[in-house]
Structure formats: structure tokens, C-alpha cells
């Protein structure tokens, strides 16, 4: 699975739309500047004559009158007509500057739409806003990534219901087969009537763990996960476990081997951890090649309970990360036997996360060690 992070410690560079928004800012400046300037130089000069003979020519009076009123008008409010100018030249140019940022407006609002809609559109904004259009880009690669993984995950799942639907018709189409036998044929001998009880009994118990696996995946579809976290005895809960999976391993020849500090303690909900141990005790038994031993071993390191497990059996590095995906079986090749839905260790990683810790795999090829961090205490 690709695990896509936006988080980042770097900061976004935006300092090239700064310098162009700082750079419109003092042109705007200059320009309202330099028109006062300019105001002032023509209102002092020529201007000014060609004012007065202008007032002169449009309302029939004297020079002397026309100067007068000239004065009287526009050099006596000079400082009124300078702010009118000054205001109006920002009213202008600052619209012009608006305009600008209308454009990256809609320029992100494009790039929005493009990252919604599912069209094929590319997201483009201008050089300036090169930082907005890499941070957008990388989300929509990362949601476009999650799409797929929960298609395959959704394709996984309905494929495995397929398979179990499958799966479940044939163990129980034995038990009706063997059922039948028994009670048509009452004659039949003891010995024989031994045989087809017991592998009547084996296709029930097969039955009812594919139906177990069903439930597994309506409860990993829908759970909802409430937490209640206290001290746990981590020796007890291990050794508690390893007894009930005796009968499992001695079937094989297999052995758990505990060596964890009896006075070990996790803070943690039991229930769902003791979940989390089960689950891979059990993909490690089923895993193990006969006669061989799993390690189960335990230690502190700062403040963090480090609980490994070890089989024989190796993994190819390319499928490590994906033994945690949700409906994943290492053994591509079904089984009806061994192999379950593919759950067990998606599950333990979600707890696991929920209690603030880590599980990781590594394999060397030979050997195989799945390793659980979680808190010792609050």
C-alpha cells in the first residue's frame, strides 16, 4: 500500500506572488505620487494661464476676473483637488490590483473543481502560484491513490465473499451427503458409521469457520472501536493465550516460546489487544512450517513496550507492507483449508494505531518477526 503524507515541516514558498503583489502595491504608490507631483508642477505654471483664459473665454469677463476666479477656485483649493486626484488615482488602480487577485481566485477555484471532479482536467495556475498548485496537485494524487486502494480493497473483499460463498457450499454439501448415508442406511457398521460421523464433524467445524470469517467481515466493515484502557499484565495475557493455542500447535508439532519479563505492564484495553496477539499467533501458526517453534518476546525501551513474534518462514520484501491491507493473503493460491479472509492482521494494525503504537514485518528470507510498540503507560 503507498502510503501518501501531505504533512510537511516545510513551509509552502509563496515569497514570488508576495514580491509581484508587493511590487503592484509600490507602483501603485509611484503612480498616485508622481500625478500629484505633476498636479502641482502645471497647477504653478502654464496651466494655470491657460486655466484663467479658459474661464475668461467661457463666461465673457475681464483678465483681471478671470484670474481672480481662477484663484479663488482652483488655487485655493489646490490640497482638495490633490486628495480627489490621489483618491481617485488608488480608487482606479487598486481596482486594477483586485482584477489581479480575482484572477488566482479563479484560477484555485478552477483547480478545485478539477481536483473534485473526476474529468480528467489538469490543474495549471500561473508561476506565481506555483506553491498553491504543487500543494493541490499532491492532494489530489494522494485522494486518487486512495480511490484505487479502496477499489482493490472493495475488489479483494468481493472476490473473498465469492470464494467463501463457494467454499461454504462444499463442506456442507458433504455434512447433507454423510447425514443422508446415515440415516437411509441403518445397518451400516460400527467402523464405517465412526468414519462418516467424523468426517461429517470435520466439514461442520470446516463450515463453521468459514461462516466465523463471514462475520469477520460484516464486524471489520461496520465496528466501531470503543476504547477502555487500564494496566495489563502483558506476561499473563501472553501465556494465557500461548496455553489456549496449545492444542493448535501441538497438532502441528509447533511451540510458542515465551520470554517476557513476568512483571512486564501495558496500558492498553485487554480485550482488544489480547484480539491483536490472537491474530498474529495465529497467521504466524499458520505460516510456520511443522515442527517449529514461534518466539514470542517482550522489553521496555523508552517507556515503550516492544512485544515481538518470530516463526520460521520468510517473506518477500515487495509483500511486507501489504500483509497489513485489508483482505490480503500471502498465499495468492486459495485454500480451503488453511488461510482465512485476510483480515487479522488489518485488524491489529488498527488497533494497534488506535492505542497511539506501531506494528511492523520483517523477514530475512529464512525467519519472519512481527513486532508490536505500544505505551506502558497513559
Known amino acids: ?136 496537485k499532491a492532494i489530489k494524487y494522494a485522494l486518487d491513490e486512495r480511490e484505487r486502494e479502496a477499489q482493490l480493497a472493495e475488489q479483494r473483499k468481493n472476490d473473498l465473499v465469492m470464494y467463501l460463498a463457494h467454499d461454504i457450499k462444499t463442506p456442507l454439501t458433504s455434512v447433507i451427503g454423510y447425514l443422508s448415508l446415515l440415516e437411509e442406511a441403518q445397518d451400516i457398521p ?19 469457520k468459514l461462516v466465523d470469517e463471514f462475520f469477520e467481515i460484516t464486524r471489520y466493515s461496520f465496528q466501531t472501536i470503543p476504547m477502555q484502557k487500564e494496566a495489563i499484565d502483558l506476561y499473563y495475557m501472553l501465556a494465557q493465550m500461548a496455553d489456549e493455542f496449545y492444542p493448535l500447535l501441538v497438532s502441528k508439532g509447533q511451540e510458542a516460546i515465551l520470554d517476557v519479563p513476568q512483571d512486564m505492564v501495558v496500558y492498553g484495553d485487554p480485550d482488544k489487544l489480547a484480539r491483536v496477539f490472537n491474530n498474529i499467533l495465529k497467521n504466524a501458526a499458520a505460516y510456520s512450517p511443522e515442527t517449529s517453534n514461534i518466539d514470542i518476546k517482550a522489553g521496555i525501551s523508552d517507556a515503550t513496550a516492544v512485544i515481538s513474534f518470530t516463526n520460521e518462514g520468510g517473506i518477500p520484501k515487495d509483500q511486507l507492507s501489504s500483509i497489513f491491507d485489508k483482505f490480503y493473503r500471502l498465499d495468492s493460491s486459495r485454500s480451503t483449508t488453511t488461510g482465512g479472509a485476510g483480515l487479522g492482521l488489518s485488524i491489529a494494525k488498527e488497533i494497534v494505531a488506535l492505542h ?23
Open 356 to 378: 497511539g503504537g506501531n506494528i511492523y514485518a520483517d523477514s530475512d528470507g529464512k525467519q519472519t518477526t512481527l513486532t508490536v510498540e505500544l505505551p506502558c503507560a497513559p
Open 1 to 136: 500500500m503507498l502510503d501518501i503524507r501531505l504533512k510537511s515541516n516545510k513551509k509552502p514558498d509563496y515569497k514570488s506572488l508576495e514580491r509581484i503583489v508587493f511590487a503592484r502595491i509600490v507602483l501603485i504608490a509611484s503612480i498616485a505620487l508622481g500625478a500629484v507631483f505633476i498636479i502641482l508642477l502645471l497647477a504653478r505654471g502654464n496651466v494655470g494661464d491657460f486655466i484663467a483664459n479658459l474661464i475668461q473665454v467661457i463666461w465673457r469677463i475681464p483678465r483681471e476676473m478671470a484670474l481672480s476666479k481662477y484663484n479663488y477656485y482652483v488655487r485655493n483649493n489646490l490640497d482638495y483637488i490633490l486628495i480627489g486626484t490621489v483618491a481617485l488615482f488608488f480608487v482606479i488602480l487598486t481596482r486594477f490590483l483586485m482584477s489581479q487577485f480575482e484572477k488566482y481566485f479563479s484560477e484555485i477555484s478552477n483547480s478545485l473543481d478539477a481536483l473534485v471532479e473526476d474529468n480528467g482536467r489538469q490543474i495549471e495556475m500561473s508561476s506565481e502560484m506555483s506553491a498553491m498548485e504543487s500543494k493541490l
Open 190 to 208: 460400527d467402523r464405517q458409521k465412526a468414519k462418516y460421523i467424523a468426517i461429517t464433524l470435520d466439514k461442520a467445524i470446516r463450515l463453521e
